[in-house]
């Protein structure tokens, strides 16, 4: 058996916070235990945590080389960590041990899932006699008793399971891709990805914790649908990003442009983000008097755009019909989602960039997208906005959510100086996504030259961010498909000398592309 993560990286930190680590330089069974009961009780909705046996710790960091675990040991380890999963904890539970080879010593991984049937107590000690079972929680990076106001708050999230962890028995096994999970775990570098090819479907799922259920009646968790079917949609309708952009007119007016963006989660988010960083992002250049250095920035910087997609994709409720939705207008981008964060976060600590909440909606999808490289899993989503947007010199982003917490909202403001340009344009900034703010002074002889549509101006404008193939000038105008009117644009354009092909000896080349003629100044 092997873990759906790197263990290298699981070591230093990288493919889980910290407070979902401990790291044991030896066996002690009843420290062992309460850990396993803390983190089945996921008290924090973290989506449990990874104990490593055979590894010291240094102020909650990993010693490497690690001091190792006899083979011998290890297999009896294994065999009492079965007794006491039977017999120690309440309601009985049972964690994944993976033995592996670090530095050319043995070392046995623990890994230890949010529980169905929480809350779970544990044997407070193994002396004769003694019957006793408490709570344990996780706080910080530390195993401790729940007790007080921590007691009632565990006991009350009694057999409360986040969505995405339930099971699914509308699903099949078989509703599971084998291709997308084995491109998950090769993206990951797990040392699951190689046996995931020969071993049965419900075995590969078992072992990345994507299957529950009896041994006799297996079923899907809702996140591994959400993660590795094709058309997730079909289980969770609405599960989409929508990405619309306004014209000139506004919401209140007639036009608009959406673009859908369906599939697995990984897939959804990465097309959703590159069709806006292709698209939708623009950079103007300001020129100081005196000053030889231009300063160039963005319309809304992309990080910026990033963190808050991938925190609506974190944060949504999966049993919502409501999609994400990216809303692009004149001077503003928003970014909506349903329902609103935890009750535990106040709006005016969101503002300062200090909300935290004492809970996560999502536990397991956190756990893949912090694996995949999206998103830190530490509530630093707002924090890395407001810098993001500071370091373009953009006005402050905007957080929202009503009383009862039924969206949220995170409005990032345009760029004055993209906001100029763009009002600047032909068209009274009413132009296509891509070209908001996007500096057109190097291109007046081609734009007041008489050309014979605005669509040749627009092919002309698109141009000048780089050379681009017919399908990436639809594209960026905002079409789906080369049209007629594109190809009637690039024909004129090529006849007036204001573009030329960056292939000239092979015209008809499925790599041909088209450029700014020599004498066009570039944006």
């Known amino acids: 058996m092997a873990l759906p993560i790197n263990i290298e990286s699981l070591l230093h930190g990288k493919a889980v916070e910290w407070e979902r680590l401990e790291f044991k330089a030896g066996w002690d069974p009843l420290a062992v235990l309460h850990t396993i009961c803390a983190f089945a009780n996921d008290f924090h909705n973290f989506g449990g945590g990874y104990i ?41 539970y049972h964690p994944i041990a993976v033995p592996a080879e670090i530095n050319g010593r043995e070392i046995l991984v623990i890994w230890v899932l949010g529980g169905q049937t929480r809350p779970y107590k544990a044997r407070l000690t193994f002396a004769k006699g003694g019957k006793d079972y408490a709570y344990f929680i996780r706080k910080g990076s530390s195993t401790v008793r729940a007790k007080g106001a921590d007691e009632k708050e565990l006991l009350s999230l009694a057999a409360t399971v986040p969505f995405d962890d339930r099971i699914n028995q509308r699903a099949k096994i078989e509703d599971l891709s084998r291709e997308l999970m084995r491109e998950y775990l090769q993206q990951v570098s797990s040392d699951l990805a190689k046996p995931a090819r020969r071993l049965p479907l419900l075995e590969l799922g078992r072992q990345m914790g994507v299957i529950g259920g009896a041994e006799e009646a297996p079923f899907p968790l809702n996140v591994g649908l959400m993660m590795f079917n094709p058309e997730p949609w079909r289980f969770f309708p609405a599960m989409q ?17 959406e673009k859908i963006f369906k599939g697995p989660i990984p897939r959804m988010t990465r097309d959703a983000l590159d069709y806006i960083k292709r698209n939708l992002i623009s950079e103007t250049v300001i020129k100081h008097r005196g000053r030889a250095e231009a300063t160039r920035v963005e319309n809304f910087p992309y990080e910026a755009i990033e963190e808050a997609v991938v925190n609506a994709v974190y944060h949504r409720g999966y049993d919502t019909r409501e999609p994400i939705e990216v809303r ?43 694996e995949l490289e999206f998103t830190e899993g530490r509530s630093t989503g707002i924090p890395k906005i407001m810098e993001a947007m500071q370091k373009n010199g953009s006005p402050p982003a905007e957080f929202d959510f009503d009383e009862d917490h039924s969206y ?14 763009a009002e600047s344009a ?4 009413a132009m296509r996504p891509g070209f908001e703010g996007r500096p057109e002074s190097g291109l007046e002889s081609g734009l007041e030259s008489g050309l014979e549509s605005e669509t040749s101006r627009n092919v002309l404008l698109a141009l000048a961010a780089g050379p681009l193939g017919r399908l990436g000038i639809a594209e960026k105008l905002g079409h789906e498909r080369v049209s007629g009117a594109i190809n009637r644009a690039i024909k004129e354009l090529l006849a007036k000398g204001f573009i030329e092909y960056t292939l000239p000896e092979k015209p008809n080349s499925r790599l041909q592309k088209y450029r700014l003629a020599p004498g066009q100044k570039r944006a």
């Open 241 to 257: 990003i929508d990405v619309v952009w306004f014209p000139k007119e506004g919401p209140g007016g007639n036009k608009f442009s």
């Open 52 to 92: 490593v046996l055979g590894v010291k710790e240094h102020n909650g960091r990993a010693v490497l080389p690690p001091v190792g675990l006899e083979p011998a040991q290890i297999d009896r380890i294994q065999k009492e960590l079965l007794n006491l999963g039977f017999n120690a904890i309440q309601p009985y």
């Open 408 to 421: 949220f909202m995170v409005r990032l403001p345009i760029h004055p100086a993209a906001l100029e340009v």
């Open 426 to 429: 032909p068209g009274g900034g």
């Open 328 to 370: 692009i207008e004149r001077s503003e981008l928003f970014v909506l989602s349903y329902p609103g964060p935890d009750r535990s976060v106040r709006l005016e600590q969101l503002r300062a960039g200090h909300a935290r909440p004492r809970r996560y909606r999502n536990r397991r999808i956190g756990e893949f997208l912090k």
